[in-house]
């Protein structure tokens, strides 16, 4: 076990997965690690739209309505809302609705990325690089029942998993854009799509599994990448340990 | 006799190709990755432009997979969440 006993999780995006995710994120911290932060970060509002996946009292910003959601069931955890949208750090100066990652996060944070777009995502894992010791993880899920999730995890300023980017394109060059970076009237245009409430909350499983093995039982991971198809009933790991073969 | 010989070449003709979920042994050894991409695109979900991995180290369009290769065609991860 993790000796660890006082911890910061930061979960950027609360949204289809984040919403489930921070629940039980929550439960880890208020029982095994009291005194610890759960940090939620969105910049986007609960909206009716939501509802089909999502469980929220009112509509509003999700971060801090997740928040006020959470807090009160949670006496030993500190539950901090942080209502900004996640940008590069050139975008991020003078403006009060946005941060970058490399202003959020700190060293030994666990983090998850559980955003709607890669353009976010890399900015998160690429910030990562800047510190020697932090865990992020990602989760996503397609528009029906599968999905996946993603573990980059740096030890003494070396890479122990591979940052996503070694061969994940997506992470290189980000086919979709930062609604952080959008205009209002564009971020009001997006579309959710057709995803399912199965697949977000088994996102959500799966990283809490990740945690419980590789943060509270600190154990390698080797199985940093999981793919997932609820449909078929099937799940695959792949090692993605950072001994990395140049042939 | 024969027939022990026919099920050695077809057992020897087998690689091990993993993408998303999919993890199956296919008698593949003597195509190139491109071939393979190709002809199990459809059933394995393979992007066309999905890169190729033989453990850690990235194989081109033309290397020739060999039997008992275990070959990783890498899946995007999730977009939405």
Not at chain 2, 2 to 7: D, L, M, P, S, V
Request: net charge negative; aromatic share 6%; hydrophobic share 40%.
């Amino acid at each position: 076990m993790n000796e660890n006993k006082d911890m910061r999780m930061v979960v950027i995006g609360a949204g289809g997965v984040g919403n489930w995710l921070a629940k039980g994120l929550g439960m880890i911290l208020e029982y095994q690690y009291p005194g610890s932060a759960l940090m939620l970060v969105d910049g986007d509002n609960f909206e009716p739209k939501n509802a089909s996946r999502q469980i929220f009292s009112s509509v509003g910003n999700k971060a801090n309505i997740l928040a006020s959601e959470i807090q009160p069931m949670l006496r030993n955890t500190f539950v901090i809302p942080e209502a900004k949208w996640i940008v590069a750090p050139e975008k991020s100066k003078g403006k009060t609705d946005v941060i970058s990652a490399e202003e959020l996060l700190m060293e030994d944070d666990i983090v998850y990325a559980t955003v709607d777009n890669h353009a976010a995502r890399k900015l998160v894992f690429d910030a990562g690089r800047i510190f020697n010791n932090i865990d992020i993880f990602t989760g996503g899920n397609d528009e029906n029942l599968a999905g996946n999730v993603y573990h980059y995890q740096r030890r003494n300023g070396n890479d122990i998993t591979e940052h996503p980017a070694e061969r994940h394109d997506e992470f290189i060059d980000p086919p979709d854009r930062n609604p952080g970076e959008m205009s209002c009237q564009e971020r009001s245009a997006l579309d959710g799509g057709t995803q399912t409430i199965a697949a977000n909350m088994a996102v959500a499983s799966f990283l809490l599994g990740r945690t419980y093995k590789t943060i509270l039982q600190d154990e390698k991971d080797e199985q940093a990448e999981i793919q997932f198809d609820l449909a078929l009933g099937l799940a695959a790991n792949y090692d993605r340990l950072n001994d990395v073969v140049n042939v | 006799m024969q027939n022990t010989q026919a099920q050695k070449a077809t057992a020897n003709n087998m690689a091990m190709i993993k993408s998303g979920v999919n993890n199956q042994a296919i008698p593949c050894a003597g195509k190139t990755v491109a071939q393979v991409r190709r002809e199990l695109g459809g059933a394995f979900g393979i992007d066309p432009e999905a890169k190729a991995y033989k453990g850690k180290a990235q194989l081109s369009d033309t290397y020739v997979i060999e039997s008992s290769d275990n070959i990783e065609f890498v899946r995007k991860l999730g977009e939405k969440g």
